[in-house]
Structures are given as C-alpha cells and as structure tokens.
C-alpha cells in the first residue's frame, strides 16, 4: 500500500474515535514507520517470530502531575509493513487493523494496560452484530 494511502487509513481511525477522546489526547504525536526497528521489539518484549504492529512510548495521561510541563511529545508509531503482512492484501482487513491498532496505543496514552485493552477489544468483537 502506498504510504499515503496508508497515512489516510491512520488518519481516519483516529478521527473515528469519540470526540472527547480526541479533545483528551495531550501531547501526543501519531507517525508511521515502515516496520520496527530490533530495538524497538526489545524494549517490549516482542520475541523472535512476534511481530510488532504498534508502541507507544510516553508518559500515561493518569500518570502526569503538576511536575510534568515541558516533556517532549508522547509517541505512538503505527508499523506500515507490519499491519499490511497481517492483512495480506486485503482492504478491509487493512482498514480493521489499522483501526485496532491505533485505538490500542491511544489506550496506552490513556494509562491503559495491555490487559485491560485486550478485555476491552474482546468485549466489542463480541458485540459485533
């Protein structure tokens, strides 16, 4: 998928998110890599044969205090190549993922942990008509 395309889907998950969400978010940057860098799957601990689609690297909303003024931008980096092998050539499958993954880390920011976001994916699969 072209990158622009690609910067579109990312674009549109975060616009999908509920208003006060997005009026929420603070200091935060959103970009695109083409995959994760060795490092960057250490740091998580994303084993050999994982792959990484997303991460987010910060400091949670719940966890900034009256101390937390000047600190560089949250980042959250969605991995392009990552979520296409995923998707395989599907558009739908794309679109789905793309959201997935950006509603995840944007959960991170929020001071969501892995677990609680993976209850919170399970029950809206479940909720699907």
């Given at each position: 998928m072209r990158r622009e395309a690609f910067e579109n889907?990312?674009?549109e998950a975060v616009a999908a998110l509920p208003r006060r969400m997005r009026d929420a978010m603070?200091?935060?940057?959103?970009?695109?890599?083409?995959?994760?860098?060795?490092?960057?799957?250490?740091e998580v601990g994303i084993k050999r044969g994982e792959v990484l689609l997303g991460?987010?690297?910060?400091?949670?909303?719940?966890n900034r205090d009256s101390g937390y003024s000047g600190a560089l931008p949250d980042k959250i980096t969605i991995f392009q190549r990552s979520i296409e092998?995923?998707?395989?050539?599907?558009?739908?499958?794309?679109?789905?993922l793309v959201r997935e993954v950006v509603w995840h880390e944007i959960g991170h920011h929020f001071g969501l942990?892995?677990?609680?976001?993976?209850?919170?994916?399970?029950?809206?699969?479940?909720?699907k008509p």
């Open positions: 889907l990312v674009a603070k200091n935060v940057d959103i970009v695109i890599e083409r995959r994760p860098r060795h490092k960057n799957s250490g991460l987010y690297e910060g400091i949670p909303l719940i092998m995923f998707a395989d050539g599907d558009p739908e499958k794309m679109t789905e942990s892995d677990a609680e976001l993976h209850a919170l994916e399970d029950e809206r699969k479940h909720k």
